[in-house]
């Protein structure tokens, strides 16, 4: 009897693996935009914080099974610190998936402020051109 899967299990596999990753990255995004939007900065732990209420989320793990559920956690023997200190994650790009979407989240929206920052300082630059005349 032949255990090994079939192109067709291991496609599924992938999709149902795609499908979880997107829901988990909606959930930590919506997540974090409650701190982004009280502009609390990204500490180590609510780092944590994020990750445990993502990987808690009734819905989420309502949505997909254990095993797919288990793919997300993070391995026991992979500690991080739970400070108060600023996350610095340095050069790396071997992040656990919930810190790696929280991290990105904050980055965004650290890009969508400096963006807004900018055509604000242009429009202020430009009403004040039109004030004199120009």
Request: cysteine-free; aromatic content about 8%; proline content about 4%.
């Amino acid at each position: 009897m032949d255990l090994s899967p079939t192109p067709n299990d291991q496609a599924l596999a992938a999709l149902r693996f795609q499908s979880a990753a997107r829901d988990l990255e909606h959930i930590v995004r919506n997540i974090a935009q409650r701190y982004i939007g009280q502009q609390v900065p990204l500490t180590w732990r609510l780092l944590h914080a994020i990750e445990a209420e993502a990987l808690a989320d009734l819905g989420f793990a309502s949505r997909h099974d254990a095993i797919m559920l288990g793919l997300f956690q993070r391995p026991g023997d992979l500690a991080y610190p739970e400070t108060d200190d600023t996350v610095d994650f340095g050069h790396s790009n071997a992040l656990p998936a919930v810190f790696a979407f929280a991290v990105s989240a904050y980055e965004q929206a650290a890009q969508t402020a400096e963006q807004t920052q900018r055509e604000n300082r242009r429009r202020e630059a430009v009403r004040r051109t039109r004030a004199w005349g120009g």
